[in-house]
């Protein structure tokens, strides 16, 4: 029975941080299909998100029902300013420089992190409770079922946002054909800012849900945030659901091969693997 | 009917890539008689064995077209490679660093012949994953590598009783290798298999179309830059004698994009000015120390804004077109 127990545990360790991996990888998505590149700055996003839940709890005082929407929101400002100052000016239409011009972007937010909140590790309180519930003898934290919730609905907001809304029937035209959408009147260049705002918020969505769990730093986003990469590229780049099953197949990889392997080589396995896909299939699961 | 003046500007126009490469290898002969100080000739030294990676890495990026975020990987073996030869199982300096060289051509072999099939964001992915992979079994394997804290008691280089222990020594030894590599890296992109890459580059189906074999180019070519890191990373180690993981990680896979970013991509000569200037700019913006980041991320944002195709090129190009066009307007 405990053989059950130590797999359920790991299985649940394994779909929470799989759940942050998808929210960042759908980030690197919404970027990818409008404009067609890597957006490095997003693992910054992840980090900004649990910088301004920390800020607005405790130098403003608010409550953390308005700190993690207000964290959300800044962090979705944040990479409007991305694209309006970064990217838009480039330009280039080469798809190297753009992707490098996301590393410095990238490099210059970290910057700008460690400036205003220090290189000192912060820690941010959990949503719910700290005490474990127990399901079927595994221990979950209430954090981590906060974390699967919110993610659920987030990735149902998406759907609704993409079949149902002008703006995301607009991104999903630009994704499919850039030329043709603006021909029948599209505001491509909006259409771009909206979908850094888009990577934005939900970088910083998946930052202000995993920080309690992680600690927080300038740099807590760039290991997630190359996970979250991983996840998307695992998926199929640019694939949607490719992008949630990569998160939660890399989230689970890395939780069993730490529990039934070694913890220190946890990050080796998973890499490994993602290597071993591609090699596989050359795009990725759910790739075209 | 030509001046002996336009015959000396012609003369020096058609050998201006020797004269340029006679003209560097005077300077660096003679820069330990001007520069003593033994930390700035380290500078200089680390920007000579950084140069090397960054040649290779250029005609991968610059060149090929391709995108590698994990070079870092290829060094890290070249120095680890070359630390656990010769000090664990106490093999003899010069041959261990052939011999991992080697290693790494295979490696790079076993990781290219599938990766490079892979496009843009895929490669990136991939070349990023195995600096990872590298860099965690560095810190966690610590009973080979020696771990977080890293590896010491590297020994000197030697040829006959010639023992490379001081900066000056070091200087002649790893500017001749780097030299070695530029002159490499310049008559290869002026050869068939350069222009051809040059080709791959900008168009890969057209490339293929006029007859390039591009997949076996680009594997190539990573090869190559996958054996001039190791190379690199072997002089590395055996000058200070200590490595640890962090001269590694990805972060430093990041700067040796933006040295080739910097330098402009495709551009030999750039590289080198590339290279020296992100070496040095720490050790100018000291005083700036908690500004460093920001500035290191602006420069890179601002050269890819306004130019794109690098400082040095960039700056050419601009002086020759003003050239151009003040010759239209007289």
Redesign the interface.
């Given at each position: 029975m405990s053989g059950f127990q130590d797999l359920l545990q790991f299985v649940f360790a394994g779909v929470t941080s799989g759940a942050i991996y998808a929210l960042i990888a759908l980030g690197f998505c919404v970027v990818?299909n409008t404009i067609g590149i890597?957006n490095f700055a997003q693992v910054d996003f992840v980090s900004l998100g649990g910088m301004f839940l920390f800020t607005g709890l405790y130098w403003s005082g608010l409550p953390m029902a308005l700190a993690l929407p207000g964290a959300v929101a800044g962090v979705t400002l944040v990479g409007i300013v991305v694209e309006r100052l970064?990217v838009r000016?480039?330009?280039?239409q080469?798809?190297?420089?753009l992707?490098?011009?996301t590393?410095?972007?990238?490099?210059?937010?970290?910057?700008?992190m460690?400036?205003v909140w220090g290189k000192n590790r912060m820690a941010v309180p959990p949503l719910a409770g700290e005490e474990p519930l127990r399901i079927a003898g595994a221990a979950i934290l209430p954090q981590a079922v906060a974390i699967l919730i919110i993610t659920a609905i987030a990735i149902g907001l998406l759907v609704i946002f993409f079949r149902g809304t002008r703006l995301g029937l607009c991104m999903r035209a630009v994704a499919s054909n850039q030329t043709a959408a603006s021909v029948v009147g599209i505001p491509v260049g909006r259409v771009k800012a909206a979908s850094f705002a888009l990577a934005g918020g939900l970088g910083g969505l998946a930052g202000v849900l995993v920080t309690p769990i992680t600690t927080l730093s300038y740099d807590v986003g760039v290991m997630l945030g190359?996970k979250g990469?991983?996840a998307a590229?695992l998926g199929g780049?640019g694939s949607f659901p490719g992008a949630v099953l990569g998160g939660v197949m890399l989230g689970l990889l890395e939780s069993l091969s730490a529990g039934y392997w070694s913890s220190?080589?946890k990050?080796?396995a998973a890499?490994?693997v993602?290597?071993l896909v591609?090699?596989v299939r050359?795009?990725?699961l759910l790739g075209k | 009917m030509m001046t002996a003046r336009d015959n000396l500007l012609y003369f020096l126009y058609l050998h201006r890539t020797g004269l340029t490469v006679l003209a560097l290898s005077v300077l660096l002969l003679v820069w330990p008689l001007l520069e003593s100080n033994p930390y700035n000739l380290g500078l200089s030294n680390l920007i000579a064995i950084y140069a090397i990676v960054v040649l290779g890495l250029n005609l991968f990026i610059g060149y090929a077209g391709q995108i590698s975020l994990g070079h870092a990987a290829f060094f890290a073996i070249g120095a680890y490679g070359s630390a656990i030869g010769t000090t664990t199982l106490g093999g003899p300096a010069w041959p261990v660093m052939i011999v991992v060289a080697l290693a790494v051509s295979l490696v790079a072999l076993a990781l290219g012949l599938p990766a490079l099939k892979l496009s843009g964001h895929y490669l990136a992915m991939a070349t990023l994953g195995f600096n990872i992979v590298v860099y965690s079994i560095l810190v966690q394997w610590d009973k080979v590598t020696g771990g977080p804290s890293g590896f010491s008691g590297i020994p000197y280089l030697s040829i006959g009783s010639v023992v490379f222990d001081n900066e000056i020594a070091f200087h002649y030894l790893v500017w001749t290798v780097a030299m070695i590599a530029l002159l490499l890296c310049l008559n290869l992109v002026r050869s068939g298999v350069g222009r051809g890459l040059a080709a791959l580059a900008e168009d890969e189906t057209a490339a293929a179309a006029l007859g390039v074999d591009t997949r076996r180019a680009k594997v190539k070519v990573f090869i190559l830059s996958a054996v001039l890191a190791s190379v690199a990373g072997s002089l590395f180690a055996h000058c200070y004698a200590f490595v640890s993981p962090d001269s590694f990680n990805i972060f430093v896979s990041v700067d040796f994009v933006i040295m080739v970013v910097v330098g402009g991509m495709g551009s030999i000569w750039g590289t080198l000015f590339g290279t020296a200037l992100i070496t040095l700019l720490p050790e100018w913006i000291e005083a700036l120390e908690s500004y460093k980041d920001i500035i290191h991320g602006l420069i890179l944002v601002l050269i890819l804004l306004f130019l794109p195709q690098g400082l040095v090129t960039g700056i050419v190009d601009a002086v020759r077109t003003r050239i151009a066009l003040s010759r239209h307007h007289a």
């Open positions: 990818h890597v970064g000016p480039s330009r280039s080469n798809h190297l420089v992707i490098f011009l590393i410095g972007i990238s490099i210059i937010l970290r910057g700008i460690k400036l190359l990469f991983a590229i780049f220190a080589y990050d080796v890499f490994v993602l290597l591609l090699f050359p795009k990725g | -």
